[in-house]
């Protein structure tokens, strides 16, 4: 059994890991600076509401010495990072810094597993993205968590920090036994197109002149409870610390994803043709070899993901 702390514990990805590690016997701790919805509270052995840089929690997370750290928490999207940079910097870059700090001076052994992402990459180079690719984020989002990738790098080999940083490609679906997943109102693809399909609302689609087979954009989706196995593994330590995409290797439309929404729930989407967002490149999937060499992570596939999504949507107002 492990002592593992999760920032973000509140949250979708954050509260999906609590619960693969709790199911798996461990010991775990979660900061949050909002209280966890109704369906997670007492899931964790104990939560602190608190800012993850705050004092407070800093001098919490150095008396737990954990054996790990599962850094959830941040501010993840693209479109507010173009209006509002100084709170992505702010919150993902110079917080971060002072955890990481924290991490290196008063339990240089603990595992340091980070919530990176593929906006990391902006624009592909090639089909799809390898982790030694050049980075070109198109976002201060995605410069935010590339600024901490670099820094994590620059420490292990400096001071061998101990690190795993995934970069998650599109998080999607629910916990397959129900208890988790996205909370109303959130913006990711899937969640709205299924709360449309559920709410009987229109649903906007964000731009069908990009250069892709249909003109909707490309993404590589990967469910939420294959993320959280992935942390789970990799709180083994023989997993070489570096940079790791977490994704499929396949990438799918917004039209494939509004295909099989309602190939799967029975039910017909009422679509508006909206502008594009700012920062969304036209294609962007992951080339997800190097972790899966080391570790069986992947259990679930599109449909899965809609499936579990759907009953969580249903269930949930
Ligand atoms: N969801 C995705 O598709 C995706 C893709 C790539 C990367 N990520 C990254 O994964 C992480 C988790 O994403 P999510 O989808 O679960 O987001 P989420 O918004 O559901 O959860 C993030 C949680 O972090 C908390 N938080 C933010 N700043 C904090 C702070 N300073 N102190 C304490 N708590 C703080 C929020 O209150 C929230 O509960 C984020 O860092 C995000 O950037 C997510």
């Given at each position: 059994m492990s002592v593992v702390i999760v920032t973000g514990s509140a949250g979708y990805i954050?509260?999906?890991?609590?619960?693969?590690?709790?199911?798996?016997?461990?010991?775990?701790?979660?900061?949050?600076?909002?209280?966890?919805?109704?369906?997670?509270?007492?899931?964790?052995?104990?939560?602190?509401?608190?800012d993850f840089a705050s004092d407070a929690a800093l001098s919490w997370i150095i008396q737990k010495?954990?054996?790990?750290?599962?850094?959830?928490a941040g501010t993840s999207l693209v479109g507010p990072s173009?209006?509002?940079?100084?709170?992505?910097?702010?919150?993902?870059?110079?917080?971060?810094?002072?955890?990481?700090?924290?991490?290196?001076?008063?339990?240089?052994?603990?595992?340091?597993?980070?919530?990176?992402?593929a906006a990391t990459y902006g624009r592909p180079i090639g089909d799809s993205c390898l982790e030694s690719n050049q980075c070109m984020p198109l976002s201060p989002y995605g410069e935010s968590k590339l600024m901490i990738d670099i820094i994590l790098e620059s420490y292990h080999k400096a001071h061998n920090f101990n690190y795993v940083s995934f970069r998650y490609f599109n998080a999607c679906g629910a916990d397959p036994l129900g208890r988790h997943g996205q909370e109303p109102g959130a913006t990711h693809i899937i969640a709205r197109v299924l709360e449309s399909l559920r709410d009987d609302k229109e649903f906007t689609l964000y731009g069908d002149n990009y250069r892709t087979n249909d003109g909707t954009c490309v993404r590589d989706y990967?469910?939420?409870?294959?993320?959280?196995?992935?942390?789970?593994?990799?709180?083994?330590?023989?997993?070489?610390?570096?940079?790791?995409?977490?994704?499929?290797?396949?990438?799918?439309?917004?039209?494939?994803?509004?295909?099989?929404?309602?190939?799967?729930?029975?039910?017909?989407?009422?679509?508006?043709i909206g502008t594009r967002r700012g920062g969304d490149p036209a294609t962007l999937t992951a080339s997800a070899g190097k972790f899966n060499k080391l570790a069986d992570w992947r259990h679930y596939n599109l449909n899965d993901i809609i499936q579990h999504a759907w009953k969580w949507t249903s269930n949930v107002r």
């Open positions: 954050g509260g999906q890991t609590v619960l693969q590690l709790k199911d798996a016997g461990h010991e775990v701790y979660g900061i949050d600076r909002r209280h966890p919805p109704k369906h997670m509270l007492d899931v964790t052995n104990r939560f602190m509401l608190q010495q954990p054996d790990a750290i599962v850094h959830c173009m209006k509002d940079p100084s709170e992505y910097y702010n919150n993902n870059m110079v917080k971060t810094l002072k955890l990481v700090d924290v991490v290196k001076t008063s339990m240089p052994r603990s595992r340091f597993i980070f919530s990176s992402s990967v469910h939420v409870d294959d993320i959280a196995r992935a942390h789970l593994l990799a709180l083994d330590t023989t997993i070489p610390a570096g940079i790791y995409n977490l994704g499929s290797n396949t990438g799918t439309s917004c039209k494939e994803i509004i295909a099989a929404a309602e190939r799967i729930t029975g039910k017909k989407l009422k679509v508006a």
